[in-house]
């Protein structure tokens, strides 16, 4: 006997939808997912919107590690033994979240090849992306890794293909993510702007031309 289409899983499905150990949940600009410091319960899987990802240090200094939008996983340390939370995830546009309890997460990895295929393929791909990271800080000017970062965060060559446009992202957050100053960014922003890499227009509209920065040696 065939099964049933219905009886096929969809995690794009799953993924969209609330149930009974998992939430869709709004939030505003600037408003916290989760804190620092609080337990590590549920990975919070974003639908619409963006989240910024900070951690601060002992001594008060604060870093931006990511910035994650449609089709990104937050808070997956959780499955791995992680108690709680090592950042702050704050929402840096309108956001549209779904908050899956952590025991949930793993009887649905467990239970359906499809979800955990996808997840597992998302969690490779993030740590390839956090290695180049790491090269990109070491090796790279910073006109290249401010480059770079404004490419990524446009999710330019997805397999979603480029959005282009980014919600209104703060200097102080893009100098955060690479390891410089404002001002310096500031600078920068308006070296591009010149050159016609990127526009603004109450978003940022990142033009292909940018590629060049990156690929320039």
Known sequence: MKPKLEDFFNPDAYLESAGTSRRIVEFRTRQVLFSQGNPADSVVYVQNGSVRVTVVNESGKEAVVAVFGPGDFIGEGSMAGQTIRVG??????????????????????????????????????????????????????????????????????????????????????????????????????????KLGFIEYDGEIKINKSLLAVVLHE
Request: no cysteine; hydrophobic share 45%.
């Open 88 to 193: 702050t995830a704050t929402a840096i546009a309108p956001t549209t979240v779904l908050i899956i309890e952590r025991d949930e997460m793993l009887r649905a990895l467990h239970a359906e090849s499809s979800l955990s295929g996808r997840f597992i393929t998302y969690m490779l791909l993030r740590n390839i992306r956090a290695q180049a990271d790491l090269v990109d800080q070491l090796f790279n000017s910073t006109e290249k890794r401010l480059a770079r970062t404004l490419l990524r965060l446009a999710r330019y060559g997805g397999e979603d293909q480029p959005v282009q446009m980014l919600h209104k992202i703060s200097q102080a957050t893009l100098a955060k993510m690479i390891g410089t100053t404002r001002t310096r960014v500031n600078l920068l922003m308006n070296k591009f702007r």
